[in-house]
C-alpha cells in the first residue's frame, strides 16, 4: 500500500465541529519545505515592490488590497519583530488587525487552542497569523479550520518560521545577487532553531552552497544528511569562502540543561568577533533577538555589513507579500 494510501486510511482526529480539512483544499503558508521555487521567488520579487512604497518618504499610502478581511495574529510566544511587522502588513494592506496573547484569552480558563480558534472563527476571521512553542500547532489548526480561512506559520518550536526564512532571502539577494552557487553559512544553535530550518530549505531551493557551523552539542547529527548541507566545527574554517553568515541566537530559554561549558568559551569558539570580521567579505545577518557579546560583538551590530536593520524593514515588505499571496487564491 503506498504512503498516502495508508495516510488516507488512518483515522483523522475529530475537531470541535467535527471536520477536518486536507491541505489540497486550502492556501496556508506552514512551511518553506512545502513552497516550490518559483512561489518562493514570486514572493520574493513581490517584497521587492513593497520595499520601494516602505523607504519612500512621506506618509505610507495604504493600499485596500484586504479591505473587509480580518487577520487575528495569535502569538503563544514573545515576538517583537515578527509580531509588530505582520501587525503593521496587515493594516497597510488595508486589513483589520487584531492581536491576541494567551495570558489574556480564555486559554488561562482551560479553553483549548482549537476550541480559542473557533470561537474567533465565528467573529468572521479570514486568517490566522500563528506562533507556537510546539512544533506543528500551525498545520494542526489549519487542518480544521474551512478552506477560506488561511493559516500564517509565525514560527513554530523549533520546526520552522517561513517568513523569516523569506526575509533573510530577500535581503541576501538583494546584496549577492542571483543566490545559486553562492556559499553560505549558519552559524550557532541549530538544534533549536526554526530559522535555521525554513533557511536550509529555501537557500537550497535556490541553489546556495549552506555550511552549518556551531558545537557537536548544538547541530544535531543527522542533519547535515537530511538537509543536503555541510557540517562544520570550526568556524575559521569558513570565514574565507563565505558570502554571507547567519548568525543564530543561543535559544538558552529551549535548553533543558547547558549544552556547551560556559557563555565565555561558545563566544571564543563561535562568536562573531571584530577579529572574525577583518577575515572574511561576508555580511552579516542575525534574526534577532542578539544576545550581544555572545554570537557576535557589539561594533559588528552597527557595522556597515550587518544587515540586521535591513532585516527588520524587509520583514514588513516580506509579510506584505505573503499576505498578497495567501489572498489572492
Ligand atoms: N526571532 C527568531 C525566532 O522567533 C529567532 C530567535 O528567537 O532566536 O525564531
Redesign the pocket.
Known amino acids: 500500500m503506498t504512503v498516502s494510501a495508508r495516510k488516507r486510511l488512518q483515522p483523522q482526529p475529530p475537531s470541535a465541529n467535527g471536520r477536518v480539512f486536507s491541505s489540497s483544499d486550502r492556501r496556508d503558508l506552514l512551511t518553506i519545505e512545502a513552497l516550490p521555487a518559483e512561489t518562493i521567488i514570486g514572493l520574493l520579487d513581490r517584497s521587492d515592490e513593497y520595499l520601494k512604497s516602505l523607504i519612500a518618504t512621506g506618509p505610507f499610502q495604504k493600499s485596500k488590497l484586504l479591505e473587509g478581511r480580518t487577520i487575528v495574529n495569535l502569538f503563544f510566544e514573545n ?1 517583537t ?2 509580531r509588530t511587522s505582520f501587525e503593521l502588513a496587515e493594516r497597510r494592506l488595508g486589513g483589520d488587525a487584531v492581536t491576541i496573547s494567551p495570558a489574556a484569552s480564555s486559554l488561562t480558563k482551560g479553553e483549548s487552542i482549537l476550541d480559542t480558534v473557533h470561537v474567533l472563527e465565528a467573529m468572521k476571521v479570514d486568517a490566522f497569523v500563528v506562533r507556537h512553542s510546539a512544533s506543528g500547532v500551525p498545520a494542526f489548526l489549519a487542518k480544521h479550520l474551512p478552506p477560506h480561512v488561511h493559516v500564517i506559520n509565525a ?1 513554530d518550536g523549533a520546526h520552522e ?1 517561513p517568513t ?1 526564512a523569506l526575509l533573510d532571502a530577500a535581503e541576501l539577494r538583494a546584496a549577492l545577487g542571483n543566490l545559486r552557487g553562492k556559499r553560505i553559512a549558519i552559524v550557532g544553535d541549530i538544534t533549536h ?3 535555521a530550518r525554513s533557511n536550509m530549505w529555501l537557500l537550497k531551493k535556490l541553489g546556495v552552497h549552506v555550511t552549518l557551523v556551531g558545537p557537536e552539542t548544538l547541530l544535531p547529527p543527522s542533519v547535515g544528511e537530511v538537509f543536503g548541507v555541510a557540517v562544520s566545527h570550526n568556524i575559521e574554517s569558513v570565514l574565507a569562502e563565505s558570502d554571507a553568515i547567519i548568525a ?2 543561543i ?1 538558552l530559554e529551549r535548553q533543558s540543561r547547558g549544552l556547551f561549558p560556559s557563555i565565555e568559551e561558545y563566544r571564543e569558539r563561535y562568536g562573531l568577533t571584530i577579529q572574525r570580521l577583518a577575515r572574511t567579505r561576508a555580511i552579516i545577518l542575525h ?3 542578539v544576545n550581544v557579546g555572545i554570537e557576535l560583538d557589539h561594533e559588528i551590530a552597527s557595522h556597515d555589513r550587518s544587515f540586521m536593520l535591513r532585516q527588520v524593514k524587509r520583514g514588513v515588505a516580506v509579510r506584505m507579500a505573503v499576505l498578497e499571496w495567501i489572498f489572492s487564491n
Do not use: D, I
Open positions: 515576538s519583530r515578527t514560527g518560521h523569516q532553531s526554526r530559522v543564530l541566537r535559544q534574526p534577532g533577538p
